[in-house]
C-alpha cells in the first residue's frame, strides 16, 4: 500500500506551518541564508542510502543522481549567497524631501517580504532537483516562506530521507518546527486540499500540462485566488538553417541524437521538435540521424506509467497523416523507453496541432521547410516554449531576422549551436516560457531569480530607523546593494 | 449616446497592435525611452482644453487635475530614466566557463522582453494619472508592448485629448500606428472582448473589486490564461496606540478627518478604517473629528453612480447592528457626497464581515480596542490592503510587535505617523497588497517596478555578441548596471 497523509495530519501541518511563518518573516535574510547553507551541507552529507533508495524508485544511473545531488547542494547555497547581494530581491530606498515644493516627501523604504506557507509539488523526473529538497523549495525558503512539499508517489522512500534532513536541521538549530512539511499522497485529495486550504499562498509545481493546469485552476477559484508557478514542459523546437546543414550534417545529427535520448528522453527540455531545411544535405542528416537513434539501447523509464505514457503518446503521433517514421530503436522490456525519429513537412505540421504535443521521453519529429518564409510560419504556429535553439553559421544568424524575431516571442530561452538539455543553474537563466510551457512566464525556476515567485514587495513610509528591516536602515549594515533615490550604492544613507 | 466603438473597428485595432508588436520590441530601452520622453512632452503640452474637459466629466477641482497632470508626465519621465538604468529589469550576464569540469558552462545572458499587447482599463477617479496615459499605460510602454486603452465612459472626451496626443507623437515619430489603439465602451462587451482576445497577453486595471475580478476571472478562462494586474482598493486600516492618543488626540484626528475627505473620499488608500484604544483621550479625538466630518461641506463626487453607490454603501454599514454615527456632514445635492464616521467596536467588527468592505467616498468607521491584543485580534481578522498606518510614540511601536508583525503581512505599504492618502511616484513605492486589495501583490502598479509587470526575462545562449541585444553585448554600450558573474557591474565584460 503507497504511503498516505491524512487530512488531519495535513491540517496539523498547515497550522505549524501558520506558526512558523510570523516567526521566519522576521528572519533576516542573513538568517535565512544561514539556515540555507546548514540545508546544503546536510544534503551534501547524506550517505549512499540517497543514492541507493532513488536509483531503486526512479531507475535513473546512480552517475546522474549524484551529479543531481550536488545540483541540488548548488542550488541551496547560490540562492543564499544571492539573497545576501540585494541583486535579487532589490531593495529601494527613496529618502525624505522635507523641502520639497508643493509638499514634502516622507522617506519610503521597500524591501520583500515571504507570500505565506507554500506548497511545493515534486517532479517524477527530478527526484532531488525539482523535488523535495528542490530548486522551489529553496526558493520559497529564501524568500521566508514555510514549505509544505507533496511528495511525489513515484519516490517516497527518496522523498521521505530529504524531508528528514531538512527537518533535522531544522530541529537542531531550535528553529519552528513548521518551517517544513513533507506530505505523502495515493491521490489527488491531498494535493487538492493543500492548494484549496487558506493558509497556503502560494504554489509550485513541475510536472504535466494536466496537472499543472488543474493546480493553476484550483488556485484561482479559491475565495483568495494564489498564484501558482508551473512549469509544465514544451516540445522544445530545434531551427537549423541551410548553410549549417551544408556544413555540418553529420556533426549536428550526432549532437541532436545525444539531446534527445539523454536520460532517455526524460527532461523538460527535450528537443522534441527538429525543423530543418530541404536540401541535398538533408539525406545524410537523416541518415547519421537513423543510425544513432538505432544505435540506442532501450532504457528503464522513471516508472512504467510514464513508459506506457511514452509508447501511447508516439504511436499517436507515428498514426497521424503525413508522419513517417526514419528510424526506432528496438523496444525493450515492460517500462523502457525506446527512442524514435518520424518525419513530415512544415505544411503537415503547421495544419496539425497533435503534432506539436510534448511526447515526453526519446521521441523527435523532424519538420522540413522549402524557404525561409516557410520556416517563419512553422516557428508562427508554435505555442510558448521553454527553449528554442537555432543552429546555423553566425552569418545566417542576421539573414534570418524574422524567424528569430518570432521565436523569441515564444520562448524563455534562445540557444544558438547548442542543445538545450542541461539547464544551467545561474542567474542568467530562464526556465520558463510563455503558456503553455509556464504558467507565468514573469518569473523563472531556475536560478537565484526562482526566489522572486514567493516574495512580495512591502514599503515602509515615514518608519523609524530602528524598527527598520536590517536591509532599510540608514547604515546598510548588511552592505546589500541598494537603490537610493534612484542609483545604486552600498554606501549608508 | 454615449460613445462605442465597434468590434470590427476593434478587430483592426488589435491586428495593428500585433504588428506593432514585432516592431517595438526590437526597440533597445534608449529608443523607447525616447518615445516616452516625447509623449511625456506632448502631455505637458495640452492645453487648458485637458483640464476644462476633465474638470467637466469627473468634478474634479482644476488645481487636483493640474496636479494630476504634472504626475502624469513625471510618470513617463522617470518610468524611461528608470529602464535606461538598468535597475528595473536587471541585466544578468554569465560568461562562459570553457574548462570548467566536468562540463564546460556556456555564456548565457537574460534580459527581458514585452509580454504582448497589453489592454489597460482606465479608472474613474484618475483621469490622467491611471487612465488613457497613465501609469499601467506607461509602464507597458517602457516594457516594450502595445497598448490598447478601453477608455472609462465617465471621462472619454478626457480620454479621446490624452490618445490623441499619445497618436500624435506616433505619427510624427513615424512609428508603428498600432502601437497605441483607443475603445470606447458604453457597455461590458468591448472590455470583455479585449481580454478574452488571443493577440492580448495582459491586463492593467485599477478601479472596483467586482470589475477587477471579473477581468482576472474572465483572463483565466481564456485557452492561454494572461496575466491581470487589477488594483482593487482597500480600507486601509489606521491603527493608533494609546501614548499617541493620550499625546496628540486633538492633532491626530484632524489629519485623519483631513485625509479621509480629501477628494471628497475617492481614492484606492482613503482610511476608511480608523481603530483606536478606549481611554479617557479618545473623548477628546471624538469630539474633534465630529467637528471636523460636520465641517466638512458634501461636495460633488466623480459621477452620480458613484455618489449613489457611496450613499447605499455608507447606509448599509450605518444600518448594521452595533453601528453607531458620531457625526455626518450636511447632505448635498444629488451626486454630492457627505463625509460621515460612525464606531463600533473590535468584537463586533470582527464579528460583522460587512464592517470591513470598502465604502468608497468620505465614510469611516471608527473601531474601539481595550487590549494590544485585541488590536491584533482585529489585524488578524483584516483582509489584504492597499496600506494599513500606525500611528504612534516612537517607543509605544516596539511594544506592540505582534501587531506589526500581522500587519506587515497584510498590506503592501506600512505608514508610521502618516495617513496613506497621496501615493509617491518613486522607486520605494509599494502600490500594491494581499488579496483583495490586487489580484498579484508580487508587483506595484505604482513606481518604476511598475514597468515588470508587462515584460518577461529571456536568456541567450552561446549567442553571437553582435546580435544580442544592446544591453547583453560584451561592450556595455547603454552603460546599464549589469549582474557579471553575480557582481553588479557597469564595466564591460
Redesign the interface.
Known sequence: MSLNTTITEIDNLLEKAQEA??IF??FTVKQRAAFMHQVADAIEALDDELITTAQAETNLPVARLQ?EKGRTVFQWRSYA??LQ?G?VL?V???TALPDRQ??P??S???TY?P??PVVVFCASNFPFAFSTAGGDTASAIAAGCPVIVKAHSAHPKTSGIMAAAINGVIQKAGLPEGLFGHVYSNSFENGTYLVSHPVVKAVGFTGSHGGGKAL??LA?KRA????VFAEMGSVNPVFLLAQKLNNAAEEVAKQYAASLTLGVGQFCTNPGIFVAPESPALATFINTLAQQISATPAAPMLHKGIAAAYHTNKTNVLQQPAVEVIAQATEGAEGFGNAAIAITTAADFIANKKLSQEVFGPFGLLVTYKTQEEAAAIAKALE?QLTISIWGE?EE??DNKTL???V??K????????FPT?V?V?????H?G???SC????F?AVGP?AI??F??????????D??LPDELKDENVLGV?R?V??E?SKENV
Not at 224 to 227: D, F, G, Q, S, T
Not at 439 to 442: G, K, P, V
Open positions: 511563518f510570523f518573516k522576521n551529479g549567497d544571492a547581494s541583486v532589490p529601494r530606498i527613496d508643493p509638499a516627501r516622507p519610503i523604504r521597500k517580504t507570500l505565506g493553476f485552476d484561482n483568495e485566488p494564489i498564484p510558448g553566425t544568424l542576421a528569430i524575431n518570432i523569441e516571442s520562448c524563455g530561452r534562445l540557444l544558438f549551436n547548442n542541461g544551467e545561474c542567474y542568467a537563466m530562464t520558463s510563455p503558456y503553455p504558467s507565468d512566464s514573469r523563472t531569480d522572486k515567485r516574495a512580495r514587495p512591502v514599503s515602509y513610509q515615514n518608519w523609524p530602528a524598527l546593494w537603490t533615490n534612484g545604486l
